[in-house]
């Protein structure tokens, strides 16, 4: 026969006497409530952990270059003191040990750069001027060793005067600029953009949306076995 000569019917035909009843159809819908809460939960929870993968990056940037600034203070802190445990005469400081003494320091400088630039290349909207400042005055008390070093090596003691009135200010400088830093935790906190925070509230206004629906489909006899011991009805948290 041909096939175009069997009728046709629609889905709806077939339902006959298999029609929800009201209570049916709004636990159908209680279902379908949940599942799309939790496809939202899911959608905002990755949008978010996306959007704080380069947070998290940058702040153990912010953490290392915190680190390598007490390690050029440290450095710096050595090579003023072999300035001070000489004689007053120029000619019989220890520039050997305060050569080593400046190296490092000129390393932990140019790491604390590093750090920033790299934690800038994450975030780019990101407003880390104070920590920009730390590492330019952090320059300027390496450029200040350097200019007593010359004049010392130079043997010209009014220049090495001079040069040790400018890296007293530069410390002092470098001081003011670590204490304006925030505590590390706060940091990180200013780190994250609006869109983040946008993403967090999304997330947990999902997940409500999840934990109303599994409340009442518990409360319902033909669910009530599927939803309990949800670990949203147990008050996890995820």
């Not at 006959?16 to 496809?39: C, K, M, P």
């Not at 939202?40 to 949008?47: K, P």
């Amino acid at each position: 026969r041909d096939l175009h000569s069997f009728p046709t019917r629609r889905s709806s035909d077939l339902v006959g006497g298999w029609a929800l009843d009201d209570d049916a159809r709004h636990t159908l819908d209680a279902l379908q409530d949940g599942l799309d809460a939790r496809r939202g939960m899911i959608d905002a929870g990755s949008q978010l952990v996306n959007s704080l993968a380069d947070v998290q990056s940058a702040a153990e940037e912010l953490a290392h270059l915190m680190a390598d600034s007490s390690l050029f203070l440290d450095s710096s802190d050595n090579a003023v003191n072999t300035l001070n445990s000489s004689s007053r005469y120029i000619d019989q400081i220890d520039t050997t040990t305060m050569i080593n003494d400046l190296e490092s320091a000129k390393k932990y400088q140019a790491s604390m750069s590093d750090d920033l630039r790299v934690a800038r290349e994450k975030l780019p909207s990101a407003n880390l001027s104070n920590y920009q400042t730390t590492v330019d005055r952090a320059g300027t008390m390496v450029t200040a060793l350097q200019d007593i070093l010359d004049a010392i090596q130079a043997q010209d003691a009014s220049k090495a005067n001079d040069a040790a009135t400018a890296l007293n200010a530069a410390i002092d400088s470098f001081n003011d600029a670590r204490r304006e830093l925030p505590p590390l935790a706060e940091g990180i906190e200013s780190l994250v953009s609006d869109s983040a925070k946008s993403y967090a509230k999304n997330y947990y206004a999902q997940r409500e949306r999840v934990v109303e629906t599994l409340t009442e489909l518990r409360g319902n006899p033909l669910t009530r076995d599927v939803v309990d011991g949800s670990m949203f009805l147990e008050g996890s948290h995820v």
